[in-house]
């Protein structure tokens, strides 16, 4: 079975301090967890208007990327580094946070709307839908009125742990999408969250 020929993982969040541990940051975590387990160290680069790191993964030489230009204009970061590396869009993976799935669940998926999320309208606004997604449930607070306090706030500590293992199960699975590809992949997510 074909792996996934991904040359980039991009994470979205918001720079700075202030938001580092907010719900809207899970993608961001996602990458610094690939970051730390296979050697990468980001750093800032202009032309991309974000932070990238190296790495290698299964034998797969990929870019780590964390856009600097706040979410809702994650879609250019993504774009320059794809124009500059002459990437199609089908070999870019996304992690992002997502509200329509509980929380501690994670899904992949290639293609579709942006169903609100206000870095994946940008993204697709740059580059098309064509790109591979990696959903990382955070919850929904119950009214739409109270989505934007919700992602830009700090999770319960027992909601944050569940994040933060789904973070770590969806990077125990990337060397596995790499070398058998996203069926294999979905099929073991799925497994999963038959288990919880």
Same mark, same amino acid.
């Given at each position: @079975?074909?792996?996934?020929?991904?040359?980039?993982?991009?994470? =979205?969040?918001? #720079? /700075?301090?202030?938001?580092?541990?907010?719900?809207?940051?899970?993608?961001?975590?996602?990458?610094?967890?690939?970051?730390?387990?296979?050697? /990468?160290? !980001?750093?800032? +680069?202009?032309? +991309?208007?974000?932070?990238?790191?190296?790495?290698?993964?299964?034998?797969?030489?990929?870019?780590? $990327?964390?856009?600097?230009? +706040? @979410?809702?204009?994650?879609?250019?970061?993504?774009?320059? %580094?794809?124009?500059? !590396?002459?990437?199609? #869009?089908?070999?870019?993976?996304?992690?992002?946070?997502?509200?329509?799935? #509980?929380? /501690?669940?994670?899904?992949?998926?290639?293609?579709?709307?942006?169903?609100?999320?206000?870095? $994946?309208?940008?993204?697709?606004?740059?580059?098309?839908?064509? !790109?591979?997604?990696?959903?990382?449930? %955070?919850?929904?607070?119950?009214?739409?009125?109270?989505?934007?306090? +919700?992602?830009?706030?700090?999770?319960?500590?027992?909601?944050?742990?569940?994040?933060?293992?789904?973070?770590?199960?969806?990077?125990?699975? %990337? #060397? $596995? =999408? $790499?070398?058998?590809?996203?069926?294999?992949? @979905?099929?073991?997510?799925?497994?999963?969250? /038959?288990?919880?």
């Amino acid at each position: @079975m074909a792996g996934l020929p991904l040359r980039v993982i991009a994470g =979205l969040g918001n #720079p /700075g301090p202030e938001h580092q541990v907010t719900r809207h940051n899970a993608g961001f975590w996602f990458v610094d967890v690939l970051a730390q387990r296979h050697g /990468g160290e !980001f750093r800032d +680069y202009r032309k +991309y208007s974000g932070e990238t790191a190296r790495v290698s993964i299964g034998g797969q030489e990929l870019i780590l $990327l964390k856009p600097t230009t +706040y @979410m809702n204009r994650s879609g250019l970061s993504i774009r320059q %580094i794809s124009d500059f !590396f002459k990437i199609v #869009p089908g070999d870019i993976l996304v992690a992002h946070d997502e509200l329509d799935l #509980p929380v /501690g669940s994670v899904r992949l998926k290639q293609g579709g709307g942006h169903g609100g999320h206000n870095g $994946l309208r940008d993204t697709i606004a740059h580059i098309g839908e064509n !790109f591979w997604r990696l959903r990382l449930g %955070i919850g929904h607070p119950g009214n739409k009125a109270d989505v934007i306090d +919700y992602v830009l706030t700090r999770a319960p500590r027992v909601e944050e742990d569940l994040i933060l293992e789904a973070v770590n199960t969806a990077a125990d699975l %990337i #060397p $596995l =999408l $790499l070398e058998q590809g996203a069926e294999r992949a @979905m099929t073991k997510l799925h497994s999963r969250a /038959g288990r919880t």
